[in-house]
């Protein structure tokens, strides 16, 4: 294996170069069992409460699902992304999914007992089990993402993190496209089951890692981890680039989670008129277009302009989503996936990567986490967009959303010319 300071690394490209290090190769390996897990694991929990919920409040129920999952991603996110700072990063990531394994496992187990599938008094247990996934992608999150910094030398960091994100959608696209077939042809239990083996195989592969076991931040443990928090918002805070790239994440993630996916098996079920098997093979043409997109920012090599491409990228996934949201047609519908697919990738992809090469390594964890923390945001925000649903129907809600992101993005992208000049 190849040390990362090493001045001996090999004169090839850099994708080759990069896979010859077996820290490396073992990531891009998690980063296949968690594009597998994640969306079969949702697939599953969107679709029981989809069924198990009275029909009178499904969009209640739904936006529940998500505000308990964001509640508990958005509780421990900044928490999270301190301890891949305060321990070691492949420690952290180990013991994260162990636990995920554990508490997959007791959901699974539920699903099995007489009535649980038909909902009822039920459905609240079930729904508190879901959100302790939120919980654990917290802190599997930032640790996964800052342990590409302790593996690869910094001229490779951007084309690093493309391989590594663009990996993770080519396995979304075999999650999105099995999750809601394993739904139909296996019932909940079984499929639930199936991420039982996901963070298991993530837990092994993890032990498996070579990369050093000091902690990114030395000296965060001689500090409170309430201060290792403040530490990481601080800097926010001094970084005005820095401070707006997160706050456009932000918009991006909490608008178009809640359009694409929060109340995504109503839009599909009563606007569309599909089925999980149905709603599971659109929702591949996301994947598609994430794949394309990374594909395509690999083939820029180390590319410079990352502001102007977050920017541009935030600005055709608004377009995207307005789209979307405006389609009663399975064509469009389908062209609107693809392209938020690609440009939702190609923000996620730029803005980490721009965050490996502006923000100090020791941070990396603290600051990765504050740019996640969109998707608790997303999620916590699902009952009001639920009962704003219920209240306006799922047509004027979705539209006004997709205008109001595009509205956001568009002047941030005016204003904001410090994020803009980032190179």
Not at 213 to 222: L, Q, T
Not at 379 to 387: E, R, V
Request: proline share 4%.
């Amino acid at each position: 294996m190849t040390a990362v300071g090493d001045t001996t690394w090999p004169p090839e490209s850099a994708p080759s170069a990069l896979l010859r290090l077996d820290d490396f190769r073992l990531l891009l390996a998690i980063q296949v069992f968690v594009g597998l897990r994640g969306p079969t694991l949702w697939f599953a929990q969107a679709w029981y409460v989809n069924t198990a919920a009275p029909e009178s409040q499904r969009l209640l129920w739904l936006g529940l699902l998500a505000s308990v999952n964001g509640a508990a991603f958005l509780g421990w996110s900044l928490f999270g992304g301190a301890i891949a700072d305060r321990y070691p990063r492949r420690v952290t990531l180990i013991a994260s999914h162990a636990a995920g394994a554990v508490l997959v496992s007791i959901t699974t187990g539920l699903f099995f007992l007489p009535g649980v599938e038909e909902g009822g008094p039920w459905l609240p247990v079930v729904l508190l089990l879901f959100s302790t996934m939120g919980l654990m992608n917290a802190q599997d999150l930032p640790a996964r993402t800052a342990l590409i910094a302790d593996i690869v030398p910094d001229r490779h960091l951007t084309t690093a993190v493309t391989i590594n994100w663009l990996v993770l959608a080519v396995m979304m696209i075999a999650g999105n496209g099995l999750g809601g077939a394993l739904v139909e042809w296996l019932g909940f239990g079984t499929t639930y089951a199936v991420g039982v083996v996901g963070h298991v195989a993530v837990a092994i592969l993890a032990s498996q890692l070579r990369v050093r076991v000091a902690p990114g931040d030395s000296s965060a443990r001689g500090r409170s981890l309430l201060r290792n928090v403040r530490d990481g918002v601080a800097y926010v805070r001094r970084d005005r680039a820095v401070r707006w790239a997160v706050l456009l994440m932000w918009i991006s993630v909490l608008c178009g989670t809640s359009v694409l996916w929060t109340l995504g098996a109503a839009w599909m079920n009563e606007v569309l008129g599909v089925g999980p098997a149905g709603w599971s093979l659109l929702t591949a043409l996301w994947s598609i277009g994430m794949v394309v997109s990374s594909a395509w920012l690999m083939s820029q090599g180390d590319y410079r302009g990352m502001g102007p491409k977050f920017v541009a990228a935030a600005l055709l996934y608004a377009a995207a989503v307005l789209t979307y949201s405006l389609s009663r047609s399975i064509a469009v519908t389908a062209c609107a996936l693809f392209f938020a697919g690609f440009a939702f990738q190609g923000q996620q992809t730029v803005g980490t990567a721009l965050l490996q090469r502006e923000v100090p390594r020791a941070l990396l964890g603290r600051i990765t986490a504050l740019l996640f923390l969109s998707q608790g945001l997303a999620q916590t925000s699902g009952l009001a967009f639920g009962l704003l649903g219920q209240a306006l129907g799922l047509p004027l809600l979705f539209a006004a959303t997709g205008a109001m992101m595009l509205a956001s993005a568009a002047a941030i992208a005016l204003v904001q010319r410090p994020l803009r000049a980032l190179g």
